[in-house]
């Protein structure tokens, strides 16, 4: 079964930085596509970065030049590097394969972006 914990947000002003960090546990395919997901109160959550384990990467537009998705595959880790955070960043953070599964949801980590 596959658990992820995610960790690294915090309340920081507009153009700062943060980098989170998800760590993998579990069964897990060698060959597998990992993303981060946010999700803002009341909304749905959304994809906005993967990386395959070959290292190919996507982005979402939002966070494309801002945002870098990254893997340690010996670590067993996922971290994205958030640079120029903007106050519509603002949400709960998790990792999780792509595609999703369903049960492997973690507790996520919430960033806040306010002046």
């Known amino acids: 079964q596959l658990r992820l914990v995610e960790s690294g947000g915090g309340l920081v002003q507009p153009g700062e930085f943060l980098n989170l960090s998800c760590v993998v546990s579990?069964?897990?395919?060698?060959?597998?596509?990992m993303g981060w997901y946010r999700q803002v109160q009341g909304d749905e959550r959304e994809m906005i970065a993967w990386?395959?384990?070959?290292?190919?990467?996507w982005y979402e537009d939002s966070v494309k030049g801002r945002f870098t998705i990254s893997r340690d595959n010996a670590k067993n880790t996922v971290n994205l590097q958030m640079n120029g955070l903007k106050p519509e960043d603002t949400a709960v953070y998790y990792c999780?394969?792509?595609?999703?599964?369903?049960?492997?949801w973690g507790q996520g980590t919430r960033v806040t972006v306010s002046a």
């Open positions: 579990g069964s897990i395919p060698s060959v597998n596509v």
């Open positions: 990386i395959h384990s070959a290292g190919a990467t």
């Open positions: 999780n394969r792509f595609p999703y599964i369903a049960d492997a």
